[in-house]
């Protein structure tokens, strides 16, 4: 779900949200009003107040929203369909600025499946990504954001995302499509 419009909005409910891009969490009480500027990968970018606010999916009912449906898997999928539904999470993450996911502006350097050591029958994914620039004040809600998508996945138990700044992004590393979408070409 992608929205470039102003679509008017009132907090049915006081809802946890993160100030962006500070990436500092507060409370926006019932009753705000404002607008949805951003409807990308289940969760909103909402200005309320002159300030910018992303709300996680599981709050999208405080926005008179649906919250994302659960994720399925078959009960016999292998590593090889975990790692497909892996990749479509990661492209459920966006910077609550930009309307590009993580994948697509080249953040993501390495995704792999694991076995989980202490649990039989479970997955750990292992996750390497960067940030567009390493003072983003979004940088920790980015990675709570992979971190929290992936681990709904159905078998697996911990997403292990780590942070590096080696090599450094640059827009080269974003799809041609994300380069188009952002006139970086």
């Known amino acids: ?35 949805i500027t951003q409807a990308l990968g289940g969760s909103y970018t909402v200005f ?16 008179g929203k649906e919250p994302p449906p659960p994720l399925e898997l078959p009960d016999d999928a292998d590593d090889e369909a975990v790692e497909r539904l892996v990749w479509q999470q990661l492209r459920t993450c966006f910077d609550p600025e930009i309307p590009i996911n993580v994948v697509d502006l080249g953040l993501i350097y390495e995704a792999s499946v694991k076995p989980h050591d202490e649990d039989r029958g479970q997955r750990r994914i292992e996750v390497r990504m960067t940030l567009t620039a390493p003072a983003c004040g979004m940088g920790d809600i980015l990675v709570d954001d992979v971190r929290s998508k992936l681990e709904m996945i159905p078998t697996v138990a911990e997403a292990d995302v780590e942070l590096v ?21």
């Open 165 to 185: 700044f080696d090599p450094p992004w640059s827009r080269n590393m974003m799809s041609e499509a994300a380069r188009l979408e952002t006139g970086m070409l």
């Open 48 to 63: 309320i107040e002159g300030n910018l606010f992303r709300v996680a999916g599981k709050d999208a009912d405080a926005l």
């Open 1 to 35: 779900m992608y929205s470039r419009s102003s679509e008017p909005v009132r907090l049915e409910r006081d809802c946890a949200a993160v100030l962006v891009p500070q990436g500092e969490h507060v409370n926006l009480p019932a009753g705000s009003i404002g607008y």
